[in-house]
């Protein structure tokens, strides 16, 4: 796998998506993922807030969020979110390289990522071309942010391998990866959390990425997804008492 992050100007609302990837990709070869921050598509939206305060920020994340924790129940201070069912602290909204505001994740990142592929496929002449939408969030467990795929298009994002032998001919009961998080997980790594200012990444030589021709179905997105209840740190998730937010609607 090769990973190239990509250096941008500063992008402002004042720039457009596709003005950007004209800018600044100049050629990708059949069979590569490109890496968008999310920030810098919310940025082009208008998705962004003046920054005046904390609770600002709480309430902004409250209407964003499908549930979340106060911040008196974290002794950090930190409101903790499932935004798009994925954990995330203040519902992905961040304040870093932000010139002032605060950045909500993209209005629809799914729509975002299939017209990304779509312009990028018909621009290169491609027929199999893959995108994951990023952002970075925190492990229970472990310091540190690492990257999330917000959501992906033009790949399988999950390789299963139930019901396959492993090395010894045992049958695999439950494993699956996680190919578009593993991706993310890379790329964030490479584009980098300060002011490397490498908001997009290209990444190629994907012998275990399974392409597909078309976005992602309904069921193919939510089968990535496992509810508090069905989830394997269930008795963790569901002891504390979550509120729900309105972005669950």
């Known amino acids: 796998m090769k990973i190239t992050p ?3 100007h500063k992008i402002t609302k004042d720039d457009n998506l596709f003005t950007i990837l004209d800018k600044y990709i100049k050629n990708l070869k059949e069979k590569t993922v490109v890496a968008v921050t999310s920030k810098i598509i919310s940025i082009c939206e208008g998705r962004i807030i003046k920054m005046e305060s904390e609770k600002q920020r709480d309430d902004l994340a409250k209407k964003e969020a499908e549930y979340y924790l106060p911040r008196e129940h974290n002794q950090y ?10 954990m995330v602290a ?3 909204i961040d304040a870093s390289n932000g010139n002032g505001n605060y950045i909500l994740w993209p209005k629809d ?8 592929r779509k312009y990028l496929m018909k621009k290169f002449k491609l027929k199999h071309l893959g995108i994951i939408i990023t952002d970075s969030k925190l492990t229970p467990l472990r310091w540190g942010v690492t990257g999330v795929a917000i959501t992906h298009s033009g790949f399988k994002a999950l390789n299963s391998y139930i019901g396959k032998p492993d090395i010894f001919g045992r049958k695999m009961r439950a494993e699956k990866t996680n190919v578009a998080d593993s991706l993310a997980t890379a790329a964030v790594l490479t584009m980098g959390e300060g002011k490397e200012q490498q908001p997009l990444a290209v990444i190629e030589d994907l012998s275990f990425v399974i392409f597909q021709k ?11 997804k496992i509810s508090l209840e069905d989830d394997v740190f269930s008795s963790l998730i569901t002891s504390v008492k979550w509120k729900k937010g309105e972005g669950g609607k």
């Not at 201070?77 to 499932?82: A, E």
């Not at 990142?109 to 990304?116: H, L």
């Not at 976005?215 to 089968?223: A, M, V």
């Open 109 to 116: 990142s799914q729509k975002s990522a299939n017209e990304i």
């Open 6 to 8: 990509i250096k941008t």
């Open 90 to 92: 203040s519902a992905g």
């Open 77 to 86: 201070n930190f409101m903790i979110t499932i935004n798009n069912n994925i």
């Open 214 to 224: 078309r976005n992602p179905t309904k069921k193919e997105l939510n089968n990535v």
